[in-house]
């Protein structure tokens, strides 16, 4: 005669085993149906002596009970979809939701490339759109009648009414972020160093098309130290550009003018595209310029309160459109501004 | 300026091929617009073959030809140029449709009722240096129909370049020659200016009588010349630098100040009368000028901005450095010539100019810095020469030159230690030197003196010369080193991460980020403003409609909203986060705002539950929001506001200040763009936010004992206000009231219509034991009697 214990093992086996609620069904008949395994065993109860009886028949109780414990719990994981045809869940239908939402891609290029430089040790601030003549130009060593001026087609504000306001401090809108230079390092006090950085929107009175707009980004930084080099300048930007376009990202440096640096150098990045083999993007080059930079100008320090003999200093600015535009090969920067659902949600 | 790379040669030695000339511009610091390799772009250029000519009617040097421009196609074209053409000749041919190297574009003319279908091309035309006669001339008929680049070898290029104004000295080929010379380690070839033969008497004396305005002033009298035009070889070099040639004696000047870039220029001395002046304009004085303009000096006026003028004895003859006078200027009687070479004083020339609005090649160079001493010397001397050679020159007077202090070179102190310091790589004093040297300056051995050429006019800090040595060394060898400086922690502001947590949180709940414009018409009334003050205007805008700054963010979501509906995008979630400006006060006012703007379906995909969003919705969207901010609980208070539909529209109340304003978009507004659909603005100022949210949360210990769980249903008049009702009932309830929920408010079928059923949700418990129901029960029987009596609210059930 078989053991109590095996056949429980044997049952519990098959119904592990049992895949669908039909093959679970017939391990139930099999052993605790009317002829089932287990259920004949009570039939066997009469044969033994009346002392192990009551032993016995507690042991059949209890394997039964473990059998359809099981039987039970196996048929909650085998009996999910097995309801009837008419109540059947179409799991292909669309789930019922949103779109995502999507920050605008100006905003991912300025947010990481202030992630970047945070980890530089740069120091994120806003600075006012609306400037005087004095932070956007003067301390910036382009006195008025200079003719960098020119290089910049200015939006002046209407002066208000009786108001006389010295040539100094008629309000214009920023043309560049860079005018933050000077508030910055005016609020330091001639304190070292200074590592900080600003974006915001800058405005030039630029005709609309496909390269221009009259209202862009600019991101600026500058540092200050009392041994800061151009080699760091080169250092920190190429951090910059591996954390942007990857850390095979090279640069190439040319000579350039801004009247806030010297020397002044224009940035180019390798072609992401192509990989400098020549495409349409960077015009079979192989480089993409994408910012200016330099060695802060002596004059700039001293109107900063700084003292050039002690302090050097590098800057530079990057247009966030422009990084943009490449990072995702944006042709026409009036995609930027025109807030298109099917452009928005490509980002 | 647009350089011909041929010309350009003709100052370096040995010859350097093109392609390496190229590739060293870029070297020196000057912005390269464009560099068109004319071997390339010449290629729509073809050799065409006079087959007939004709005087065109009515004139006598202008001819209608038939050019065959391949094998049995003849087009007519008229040719004006001043070059003779014969029947049989081969020339290149633009045909209309090309565009030509130096930016022109050729197209159909008319000369009466004669169409010319093209162009005959001079080399100048064609940004070329003339070898020959100024034509290109095949007689080889297999060459028809052919590019003139196949037909003939053409080595040269235009290069447009942009010189910063930190480097006028690059304003003549000279200048640019000597950078490369210095990149390329070549040897710089200055021009030819054989000093005069014969001399004559005859001289003017110059005064200056505005000697801070006027530097040095030379001039000198060539007599003899013969007025004409000018050789191939200079007419085609002014042409391919987008000159027009004019006679012999005016090409000169050019072709001078585009080798030397020195102005200079030339008065028939017939016109001069006794002496050279050089003073300001004196009231009543006036002058018309070589472009048919006149100036004048008004009576009343400041002397102070009176304009500089070139006089003789008795009247203007000059815009100074600006431009000439017409009077006094060169013309077909010419035959004695007083060449003027001076130095202006860049302020002043720049001032007059922008006054008077006149600008010249002259003035452009002028108010950007000459060279008093090597270069305007150089440039004098070579126009004399050119005189004699171009223009039958057969006499030269003694010069006048007036210089009462002459310009001292400047000298700085550059040791190596400092220019490798500065640029973070070893620099040798050799190095120094060597670069240095090859840029025209003197240095002692041990560095303590550089004495620097008066046309460098940008150098008036040692950091220039470092600069100079980078550029000489070139840039790629300042590699890149990490800092040896402490470095300082990184960090944003407060209001900075106060806008990534509400984007975070908009983006979360499915709205798009959008980027408006700031600028708005002034036409139109102010919608949606929440701003005191007066508003922001620009004195110089683009055009009208980007005149304003703007004072509200909604409009241009409104716009953005309009814009996506065409496009068939009608469920819109956008936001944007930017500036609002006005002037409360004296100054100018910036302040963040959240515009947020929503409508259409509240799901994008739904096929079962389909609604639409409502109030509700936003003001969700705002609640999330402001939560993303750890803000303190805000309440809304009705209001109204123009844009806002009547009775839609609620301020939004933080700490007890209004920050910020949301509701529904009036419908007039949207169904003027074709919008049906209810849409809900709203928008809030992040400053006051980020002050009142807090910085970090401090812990509170977790509840240790069960809460007691009670609905409540009760009917209210329908105007009270749910947020009353809650205020009454935490109030009523007292400290034990952990929570209250709205569940459900109903109002219609089968209830009072000037009542709505409200269902609560309360959960009660005590922080220091577990509550009785007879406790709690208690509570909710003083809640019910307060909503009673204060409102007359009746219990529908508990
Ligand atoms: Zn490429």
Redesign the pocket.
Known sequence: MQSISELVERALAQINAAATPAALDQVRVQYLGKAGELTSQLKSLGSLPAEERKAFGQSVNAAKAQLEEALNERKSVVGQGAKPASAMLDVTLPGRRRLAGRPHPMTVTAETMKRILMGLGFTYEDFPDIETEYFNFDALNTPPWHPARDMHDTFYITPTDGEHRLQTEAELMRTHTTAFQGRVMRARNGQVPIRAMTTGRCYRKDDIDASHFPIFQQLDVFAVGTNLTMSDLRWTLTELAKGLFGGEAKLRFRPSYFPFTTPSAEVDVS?I??K????S??S?T?WIEVLGSGMMRPEVLKMGGLDPAKHQGFAFGIGVDRITMLRHQINDIRHLYQNEEAFLRQF | MIVNTEWLLDYLTPRCALADLLTALPRVGLDIEAAHVLERELAPVRVGFIRAKRPLAGTSDKFVCDVEVAKGDVRQIVCASAHPIEVGWGVPVALAGTDLPNGESIGEASFGDVVSKGMICLDGELGLSAKGTGLQVFKDEALLGKSITEATKIDEALVHVKVYPNRPDCLGLIGIARELAAMLDLKLVLPSAPAPTVYTKDSVPVEIQAPSLCTRYTCQVVGGVRIGKSQPWMASRLMAAGLRPINNVVDITNFVMLEWGQPLHAFDLKRVREKIVVRKFAAGETLRLLDGRSIEQKTGESDEYAPLAIADAHAPMALAGIMGGESSGISETTSDVLLEAAHFEPTGIRLSGRRLGVSSDSSYRFERGTDPNESLEGAQARAIALLFSEAGGQSAGPLTDAYPSPAKRAVFALPAERVSSYLGIHVTREQVISSLTKLGCNCSDDLSRVDVPTRRVDVNDAVVLIEDVARVLGYEAITPAASPETPTAGGTTALDQARQAVRASLTGSGFLEIRGVPLEPVEGAEMFSQLAGASITLANPLNADLSRLRRSLVPFLVKTAVYNASRRAVNFRYFEIDKVFSRPAKDPEERWALGILLGGALNDADWSTRRECDFFDLKGAVESALESLRAPKATFVPTSLDGYAEGTAAQIVVNGAVIGVLGQVKAEMLAAERIYQPVFAAELFIEPLVAGSRVSATFVALPRFPAVFRDLSFLANRDTPYAALETAIREAAGAQLESVDCMDVFAGKGIDPAKRSIAVSMVFRAADRTLSSEEVNATVDQIIERLGKEFSAELRSR
């Open positions: 072609c595209i192509c400098q083999k020549g495409c993007l960077c079979r192989g």
